[in-house]
């Protein structure tokens, strides 16, 4: 981004200082702080800017953690890696292998946006959407986990609900990601008896990845309200009939978490309907996962402010593998305009702080730096309202002052 921020950490004889650039200047904002006897921790985190905006939300985020780390004793190595459409062009497949394997020896990933419309038209192993679908498969990254909250800063106005509905929204959706009929065979096309074209895909669930998903879902209500909403459709699938009966099986692990059942169509009228009554925590399945999530970002006010986390087998604390990434597609149209909303993918930088390496300070930091920020009247245009400042330097240099501030 032209507007980027400029980090500069070196030993001064305060713990901070700020040097905003005058009101009519454009030049980056530049913030001086010290840390605490240098880098007490380091980690490697893998980057992949993808396309459209993501390298734009993901420059900004790499210098949030910059700065975050700088304060808080902590040294990040990024390394930066073409996936989605960028990886097509450079070297004709959607995730290199040496893509894979930096992401598989770093401790996270943190991934910004893929696809555009310069390759809908390739075959389905040439889409970038597939290497989205290969990163996961390849770190074996089967929760994800999408919070939608609606933040009084900003989006209670920003939501298409009436603000009775909208207001006080925290809900938790936890996404199986690696199994179902994204990923379920047979698939693929034939010709029927009639001469007629067939497309076709399986949803099939094992009893383990059921398990598996559950559990994570409980230990996160655990955290939370302790309500637990497994969303299915057990009067129709046979996959969902499975579905339900492990996650009740489950639930005897859990006797201090409320489970309840409920059909997706019912779901989905809910979440718009009455969602802080409904849910807490959603558990599902692959494709109700990833329409629910979507709809439940849209209730916050805008999609541009959501982040993701997708974690392994001992999820929330000892995964091998995590990927973070924004839940907003890559919007090629105002790729380069300098107008894409970052926040999201620092709320995922700040979700690879606190679930993938356990450095909740330093999470807790860039949270509350950015409800400070929204705070100030700061916006950008997908969550401009009336009385608000749709300016996304001035958004961006408020970040890197709260954040020296905390």
């Not at 200047?25 to 921790?41: E, L, M």
């Not at 609900?161 to 690696?178: I, N, S």
């Not at 559990?215 to 996959?239: H, I, M, P, W, Y």
């Not at 009554?277 to 999609?303: C, H, K, P, R, Y």
Request: net charge neutral; hydrophobic share 40%.
């Amino acid at each position: 981004m032209a507007a980027s921020l400029r980090i500069n950490c070196k030993p001064v004889s305060t713990a901070f200082r700020v040097n905003p650039a005058s009101k009519c200047s454009r030049r980056p904002f530049s913030v001086s702080c010290a840390a605490a006897n240098g880098p007490q921790k380091r980690y490697s985190i893998t980057l992949l800017p993808g396309d459209g905006i993501g390298p734009e939300v993901i420059s900004v985020a790499k210098d949030v953690l910059k700065l975050t780390g700088s304060l808080e004793g902590i040294e990040f190595n990024f390394q930066e890696m073409p996936m989605g459409g960028s990886a097509l062009d450079l070297v004709g497949v959607p995730l290199p292998d040496e893509t894979l394997a930096a992401a598989k020896n770093s401790d996270a990933v943190l991934l910004g946006a893929i696809g555009g419309y310069k390759w809908d038209n390739n075959a389905k192993h040439l889409k970038p959407e597939t290497g989205l679908l290969q990163i996961r498969e390849g770190l074996k990254v089967f929760a994800n986990l999408r919070p939608a909250t609606v933040l009084p800063q900003v989006l209670v106005e920003a939501s298409t609900l009436k603000r009775e509905v909208a207001e006080g929204v925290d809900v938790m959706v936890v996404r199986e990601l690696t199994g179902g009929i994204y990923f379920g065979k047979p698939r693929g096309f034939r010709t029927d008896e009639n001469g007629e074209e067939v497309g076709f895909n399986t949803e099939v669930y094992a009893a383990y990845e059921i398990d598996r998903i559950a559990r994570v879902a409980f230990e996160t209500a655990r955290k939370r309200q302790g309500r637990l909403c497994s969303v299915d459709k057990a009067n129709v699938l046979e996959a969902s009939m499975l579905w339900r009966r492990r996650v009740t099986a489950i639930a005897e692990e859990y006797p201090d978490v409320e489970l309840s059942h409920m059909y997706v169509d019912n779901a989905a009228m809910q979440l718009v309907r009455n969602p802080k009554q409904v849910f807490d925590t959603i558990v599902t399945n692959n494709i109700f996962g990833d329409i629910l999530s979507d709809e439940a970002s849209m209730i916050t006010g805008s999609i541009g402010m959501l982040p993701s986390a997708s974690l392994g087998s001992s999820v929330l604390t000892k995964s091998r593998f995590r990927l973070f990434e924004p839940i907003h597609g890559s919007a090629p149209d105002i790729a380069g305009q300098d107008k894409a909303n970052p926040l999201a993918t620092i709320l995922s930088a700040a979700m690879l702080l606190k679930y993938g390496l356990e450095e909740e300070d330093a999470a807790r930091r860039i949270e509350n730096a950015v409800l400070d920020t929204l705070n100030k009247g700061l916006r950008t245009g997908d969550i401009y309202s009336t009385g608000t400042v749709s300016d996304l330097f001035m958004l961006k240099a408020s970040l890197a002052c709260f954040l020296a501030l905390l």
